[in-house]
Every structure is written in structure tokens, then in C-alpha cells.
């Protein structure tokens, strides 16, 4: 028999019998699991990953088996029948078809709603069809506005510009997200069915003000969505106020550049509806996340804290460093950062303000030049889009990772042509890195390429 640990107790349960499918009387901790977790108390979201469900293996092992079947069996005729009309399902350890739920999908989903703090969440083949799925599933096509920020990373930016109007007559109103009042008159009660926007902004690192922001949008009957893919364990956007909260964990939550993959954390209600066989837009639409996937994911997780910590600890010192040499440094740690206050009042304490920085070259030209250096000449980092990773990432967004967007859009998001943003990696020593981007820095003849502050 498989043993359950629920908020650190340990019961022994049946799995479900290999003769004739039970569907009263069973186990009482079967028959009353829940398929998605209580919702996390802790405020810390370390604490919450300690207290969430532990799986264990088929045989006791202490990592869970990989539930790697595309389709499920029963016993009965009749079983089948009741599975379909939503009758049985994963509650009662009764599955129908990977695409639908997978026990091992479903229990990396238990993880991110505890590190979110939200009541479900499920996990996808990609971050932008978290995105994607939840914009869709929120309306039905035809129509419909939504709020949105200036700033959002290129392939959102070109989704909610081009795709949906095209495709499912759906606009958008982009908007200054830290001009409140404009935030409010951008919201068409009735009409305007999702406020969406990113915790930390990718990339010219701008921070939302997630309370007051959800206050608008919930008084205008908006369902207040936010990509926190940026910021996991810094900041916990449901715990602020947010519905749904979008990742993907691509990025530092796997932390090893291997694997694509998102999440929707939010109401049990939502995750329900969106894997309902009839209408919802996950099982419909099929971003499968693989099972193999899903299990390596669940056994990083446990350190995404400890990683964190080291991500922003070392983003902090360079920052200020490369501040003092005369760079024109954005990072919200540092104090003269214009939402550094606002984010001291809702982050996470002890995790400090986020694995990336941003340095402004002025020209594409000069950015260039410093991000061939750092990885040619120093072994600094690499060029490459992508963060989270354990070494450091380097692109120039404005021709990279936001170059869906026109020189006017880029201009109204604070992106400029050698906007150079790099995510902070932690392999080796702190002095050892930065060593070698001082060592960079005096390969660089041309004097003009800082700006003294």
C-alpha cells in the first residue's frame, strides 16, 4: 500500500482495488482526498513547498513514480461511462487519458499552488500557453477587451496584438500600469474581462503594485491575471490580492535550461473549468506537459528557495558595483530604483529583489560590444534569451525578446536600443565573476559607454 504525508502526517491508504471498480465504501482518506490542496497559510512560500503533500513511490521510495501511461484502465464498463460524465475522476484516483490529468502532472501542480498560494493549480508544455489558456478560457471569443501593460515580454506583447484579434476578435488596451487612474478608466466594467500584467516587467524591471492594482480591477469586476515568472518566491501575487497567477517555469523554477514548461495557479473553480472534457481550453487544446518533465520538475522545487536567494544575492552586489563604475544600472535593490520602496512593501522577506539586472549601453551597437566581450573574452556569462539559468544570461532585449514590438512601443515601455539585460547565474565565486567583468570592462576603449550618475 502507498502512503499519503499530509501537512506532516503520514497515512497508510488502498489504492484502488485490481478487481471490480469500488465506488462506495472505499478508504476514507481515498474517498475524501482532495485533488487539490488546502490553500496554503504560510506567508513564506518555502514554508508552504514544506508543507505541501509529499508523494511517495509505487514501492515506498522516497521520490514518487512517474505515471508515464498516455490512457488509464478500469475494471468495469461502467466505470468508464461515470468517468465521462464527470462523475469519477482524480479525486477518487480514477483517470482517463494523459491529456486530461496525469497523477504525476497533478501532484507538480499540488507544488505550484503552495508556492503560489493559491487554492489549484495545473501544469502545461509551455509558459505561453499558461498565458494563452487563461485568456481564452476567461471569454468566450468576440469582442472582449483587456487591460494590459506597456511593458510584457515580446511573445505576450504579440499574442494580444496580432493572434487574438485575428483569430478571436479580442482587443486590447495597453496602458501605463503605474498610472492607477489610467488603469481604471481602461477598464470597461462588463466588457473588459481580464487586467493583466506582469509582477516584475520583463525587461525593464518595473514593479507592480499587485494590491492596489487587484482592488481596481475586482471593483470593476475584472479577473486581475499576473506572469510572475520573474519573481517566484520574491513575490506571491495571490497572497497580494491577484486571482490567477501565470508562470513559466522554464525559467527559474526549473533552473536548468532543459525544459519547457508553464503553470496556471488560481481558483479550484478556474483549473476545474479549464479541464472540463467539454469546454475546457487545456484539456481541448492539449499542451500535454509531459510526465518524465513533470517528475524532474517536482524534485526542484524543494531548492528553488535556497536558489533564489543566491540569484538575487549576487544580482545585488554587481548591481551596485557596476553602479559605482559609472553604469547606468536599473535593479530594484537598489534605492534609487523608482519602485524599490513599493517592492520592499510586498516582497517576501529574506529573498531579496530579483535574479536580473539591467544595464542601458545607449546603442545596440555598444551593448553588443560589452555582451561579446563578457562571453568571449571573460566567460562572463553566455549570450542567450532565457533566465533562471545557474550561469549568467545576456541578450539585448530590443532586438531579441521584445523585438515584436515597434520603436514606438518600445520607447513607451523604457526599452532602449542597448538595453542589456542579464540574468544572474551563481556558478562560481562571487569575486571570481565579477572579476571577470571588470576584466571586460577594460577591454572596452571607448570611454563614453558609462554614464556617470
Known sequence: MAETQTRGHVFRRKKRGTGADEFEGDDVFVAKKSMWPTMATENDPAAALASARHEFGEHGGVNMSIEASATFTVMEPETMRRMFAGKLGPDRDFFIYNRHFNPTVLNLGRLMAALEGTEAAYCTASGMYAISSVLLQRRTCGGIKDAVRYTLYGGTHALLTHFLPRACNITTTFVDIGDLEAVKNAIV??????????????????????????????????????????????????????????????????????????????????????????????????PTMNAKVAFELSERIPHLGLRMKEHCRRAMEYAIRMKKLGFKVIYPGLEDHPQHELLMSMANKEYGFGGLLCVD????????????????????????????????????????????????????????PGLVRMSIGYIGTPEQKWSQLEKALSRMQDSTLFHKN
Do not use: W
Not at 519573481?231 to 517555469?249: K, N, Q, T, Y
Not at 551593448?367 to 533566465?387: D, E, I, K, P, W
Open 189 to 286: 466594467e462588463g466588457r473588459t474581462k481580464v487586467l493583466y500584467f506582469e509582477s516584475m516587467s520583463n525587461p525593464p524591471l518595473t514593479a507592480a503594485n499587485i494590491p492596489e492594482l487587484s482592488r481596481i480591477g475586482h471593483k470593476k469586476g475584472t479577473t486581475v491575471v499576473v506572469d510572475n515568472t520573474f519573481a517566484p518566491i520574491v513575490l506571491s501575487p495571490a497572497r497580494l490580492g491577484a486571482d490567477v497567477v501565470l508562470h513559466s517555469i522554464s525559467k527559474f523554477i526549473s533552473g536548468g535550461a532543459d525544459v519547457i514548461a508553464g503553470a496556471v495557479c488560481g481558483p479550484a473553480s478556474l483549473v476545474n473549468s479549464m479541464m472540463d472534457l467539454h469546454q475546457g481550453a487545456l484539456m481541448l487544446l492539449g
Open 361 to 416: 549601453m545607449e546603442t545596440e551597437e555598444r551593448a553588443n560590444r560589452l555582451m561579446h566581450h563578457l562571453q568571449n573574452y571573460t566567460q562572463f556569462g553566455f549570450m542567450a534569451v532565457s533566465l533562471g539559468y545557474y550561469e549568467t544570461l545576456m541578450s539585448c532585449s530590443g532586438s531579441s525578446t521584445s523585438s515584436e514590438m515597434n520603436a514606438e512601443e518600445k520607447a513607451l515601455a523604457g526599452i532602449s
